[in-house]
């Protein structure tokens, strides 16, 4: 038996669905964890008239997914979520800006294991970002999960495990601002979700898909906040016209995701004796403007 240290993951871009990518030599992450990976075959018994027993059966349409968790660090995963970027700026720091696209860049996956008695490296071609959830609370770090979609899985070759040169954002790097511009004091844990909702595509002849079609585009989240005046709860069955959340460890390296109309349409308050007071509020948001990021790299890997 081994660990993870004989183990590690990167991507690289394909310049067309699943045909793999030239290098992986990209991280999502720090710390990254793979806590879901798996092929679906969709199997389908055959039962027949006068047995008992199931006499066939026939392998569907093959599912591919993977789950990836770690600690917040470097921005270039959402080029794979939100599918379009442009950089400006001709001195450090540079301004790279992630906008919503009607498709998704793919990417090939390299997930691999050194085992005792041969290597494992499965090559997931066809890879779109289904949904990004980044979540952070009192005392911790910046948390991201990302759930991918993949076409098909191939065969690599163990290589050299990389690692993010980002410093990994914590609590303390992370604001709420509702609206625009107005910070939200005291606010003691904080969860966004993204979703592309992808459509898997397939057609009659083949069991692979043929391509990954973002459908509603999805922003979610939740945070909780000390209780100190009925501002918040006023905003339930009304909206806000804007919402940012700022993830900033220095001023060249940040994170900012600008949403457009902050909806909340329910709110929990536990009030419990010698304990602090606690207003939870679920929200939603109607898009994303865009999501902005700062660093010192001029040209998006």
Same mark, same amino acid.
């Given at each position: 038996m081994r660990t993870g240290v004989y183990a590690y993951m990167k991507y690289g871009w394909e310049s067309s669905f699943g045909s793999g990518a030239t290098t992986r030599d990209k991280v999502f992450c720090r710390g990254q964890r793979v806590t879901g990976l798996g092929d679906r075959h969709n199997l389908q018994l055959?039962?027949?008239?006068?047995?008992?027993?199931?006499?066939?059966?026939?392998?569907?349409?093959? !599912?591919? %997914?993977? /789950?990836? @968790?770690?600690?917040?660090?470097? *921005?270039?995963?959402?080029? $794979?979520?939100?599918? &379009?970027? =442009?950089?400006?700026?001709?001195?450090?720091?540079?301004?790279?800006?992630?906008?919503?696209?009607?498709?998704?860049?793919?990417?090939?996956? !390299?997930? %691999?294991? /050194?085992? @005792?008695?041969?290597?494992?490296? *499965?090559?997931?071609?066809? $890879?779109?970002?289904? &949904?990004? =959830?980044?979540?952070?609370?009192?005392?911790?770090?910046?948390?991201?999960?990302?759930?991918?979609?993949?076409?098909?899985?191939?065969?690599?070759?163990?290589?050299?495990?990389?690692?993010?040169?980002?410093?990994?954002?914590?609590m303390e790097h992370c604001s709420l601002q509702i609206p625009s511009g107005t910070t939200i004091g005291e606010v003691q844990n904080l969860e966004l979700t993204i979703t592309n909702n992808v459509y898997r595509l397939y057609e009659i002849g083949g069991y692979k898909q043929k391509g990954a079609i973002p459908q509603q585009f999805e922003v979610t989240g939740r945070f909780t906040v000390a209780l100190k005046d009925s501002t918040l709860l006023n905003n339930v069955r009304g909206s806000q016209s804007s919402g940012k959340i700022i993830i900033q460890s220095a001023s060249d390296n940040s994170i900012t995701v600008n949403m457009t109309d902050l909806l909340f349409e329910e709110w929990s308050l536990p009030i419990e004796p010698n304990a602090p007071v606690i207003l939870e509020l679920p929200f939603r948001a109607r898009d994303i403007s865009n999501i902005v990021a700062v660093n010192n790299i001029s040209t998006v890997p």
């Amino acid at each position: 038996m081994r660990t993870g240290v004989y183990a590690y993951m990167k991507y690289g871009w394909e310049s067309s669905f699943g045909s793999g990518a030239t290098t992986r030599d990209k991280v999502f992450c720090r710390g990254q964890r793979v806590t879901g990976l798996g092929d679906r075959h969709n199997l389908q018994l055959i039962p027949e008239l006068g047995y008992r027993e199931v006499k066939g059966w026939v392998y569907r349409n093959l !599912e591919g %997914a993977l /789950s990836v @968790e770690g600690v917040l660090s470097n *921005p270039w995963w959402l080029k $794979a979520l939100m599918g &379009s970027v =442009t950089t400006s700026g001709t001195l450090s720091p540079y301004t790279h800006t992630f906008t919503k696209a009607n498709s998704l860049p793919s990417m090939e996956v !390299e997930v %691999a294991f /050194s085992g @005792e008695s041969g290597n494992v490296v *499965p090559l997931l071609r066809g $890879a779109v970002i289904n &949904s990004a =959830t980044i979540s952070t609370a009192v005392g911790e770090v910046v948390t991201l999960r990302l759930d991918i979609y993949y076409r098909n899985r191939a065969s690599g070759t163990y290589g050299t495990p990389t690692v993010d040169t980002f410093i990994p954002f914590t609590m303390e790097h992370c604001s709420l601002q509702i609206p625009s511009g107005t910070t939200i004091g005291e606010v003691q844990n904080l969860e966004l979700t993204i979703t592309n909702n992808v459509y898997r595509l397939y057609e009659i002849g083949g069991y692979k898909q043929k391509g990954a079609i973002p459908q509603q585009f999805e922003v979610t989240g939740r945070f909780t906040v000390a209780l100190k005046d009925s501002t918040l709860l006023n905003n339930v069955r009304g909206s806000q016209s804007s919402g940012k959340i700022i993830i900033q460890s220095a001023s060249d390296n940040s994170i900012t995701v600008n949403m457009t109309d902050l909806l909340f349409e329910e709110w929990s308050l536990p009030i419990e004796p010698n304990a602090p007071v606690i207003l939870e509020l679920p929200f939603r948001a109607r898009d994303i403007s865009n999501i902005v990021a700062v660093n010192n790299i001029s040209t998006v890997p």
